[in-house]
Every structure is written in C-alpha cells, then in structure tokens.
T-cell receptor, first 111, second 116 residues
C-alpha cells in the first residue's frame, strides 16, 4: 500500500540556518504530495502541495519539488526563524483524497 | 469563515468506559474525515464521509468505534468500550470534495483522549 517516510527528529537549528526535511514515498498511480505543519497547541495546517511530477509547491519561504524519479518531496527553507518551530508532516493523497501521513519531524529553531 | 470545530478539547476516561467526540465542519464542505493521531505518529484515517454516506471506513476498529454524520453536516465519533491504546488525539477534517486534491482538507484543533 501507499506509504510516506520522513526523516526523524528533532531537528535543532539556529535562527537563519538552512532547513531540509527529507520525505520519500511509495505509491501506486499518481499521488498528490503535501506538507502539513502543526504549531504548538494548534491544529494541522496545509503548508504547501504539488499535484504532479516536477511541480514545485511554495509558501512562507518553504519549497518542495515533486520528484517522481526519486519518489521524493523534500521540504526546504533558506533561513528559518524561531516561529518556524513546529512539527512538519509529509503526506500523499490518492485520487480519492485519502491522505497518508508520515510520522512527522519536529523542528526546533533557537535564537 | 469559521474553521472546523471540535469538542471536547480534552477528555480523560477509564478503560472500558465510553466516550463521544463531536465535529462541526466548515459550512458547505461535503467531505468529512476522522483521524487518529497517536503520540509520535502521523494522523491515520479512521473514516471518511461524503455528505452523510460512508466512503471509507477500512481502518475503523468497528468492534468498538462507530461514527455517524447526520444530515451531512455534524459528525460524532464514539468509542465503546475504550482501551488504553485508544489514547490519542482525534482529529476531524473537512473539504469541499474528496475526488479533487485541489480542495484542501481543513483540520480542527483535535480532541486529546487519555484512557487510564
């Protein structure tokens, strides 16, 4: 069945550092790919998405590119802020809209 | 617009007791989802409704979990009887349509259940 694997956390960074969170997937068909973020005490929010190969999703300085050849959707941000401290979830969706999530990666940004 | 509402936010029960969670989706959203998020894991889909019909409940432990969506709006998820392993955050989400991933799933704040 479909599955998502993302790097384990916590990832601890200093402010203004470069962030990468690796995500790879296994799926039949042509899934859509997502990054969700969960800030402390809040619900899940969609951060960005890509619906087909080579699409790049971007939002709030975060980017991820749908790489079919490597079945990856790595999340990157060039300069993180303390406010980016959160748990990040990679997910895929089949054609029926069913989301399959990775285990999540906690990111801690220190001043 | 108002987001997805869930209640209660927290619940503590003893094992073998029953519990119910309530969800009110965003107005006009036809699709409603219930997820279970165990600590340290990603959310896992329990059940998916399209209007008031069930379209996917393959991962719902039907011997103890039940869910309904009356009139295609609000939904309740019930656990009876609860087990220790049911301790988790129960998330409700809604979207305009399930067959089109252009339509984002919007998540509620969740209900944190602790079974002792």
């Amino acid at each position: 069945g479909d599955s998502v694997t993302q790097m384990e956390g916590p990832v601890t960074l200093s402010e203004e550092a470069f962030l990468t969170i690796n995500c790879t997937y296994t799926a039949t068909g042509y899934p859509s790919l997502f990054w969700y973020v969960q800030y402390p005490g809040e619900g899940l929010q969609l951060l960005l998405k890509a619906t087909k190969a080579d699409d790049k999703g971007s939002n709030k300085g975060f980017e991820a590119t749908y790489r079919k050849e490597t079945t990856s959707f790595h999340l990157e941000k060039g300069s993180v802020q303390v406010s980016d401290s959160a748990v990040y979830f990679c997910a895929l969706s089949d054609s029926w809209g069913k989301l399959q999530f990775g285990a999540g990666t906690q990111v801690v940004v220190t001043p | 617009e108002a987001g997805v509402a869930q209640s209660p936010r927290y619940k503590i029960i003893e094992k073998r007791q029953s519990v119910a969670f309530w969800c009110n989706p965003i107005s006009g959203h036809a699709t409603l989802y219930w997820y279970q998020q165990i600590l340290g894991q990603g959310p896992k889909l329990l059940i998916q409704f399209q209007n008031n019909g069930v379209v996917d409940d393959s991962q719902l432990p039907k011997d103890r979990f039940s869910a309904e969506r009356l009139k295609g709006v609000d939904s309740t998820l019930k656990i009876q009887p609860a087990k220790l392993e049911d301790s988790a955050v129960y998330l409700c989400a809604s979207s305009l349509a399930r067959w089109d991933t252009r339509y984002e799933q919007y998540f509620g704040p969740g209900t944190r259940l602790t079974v002792t």
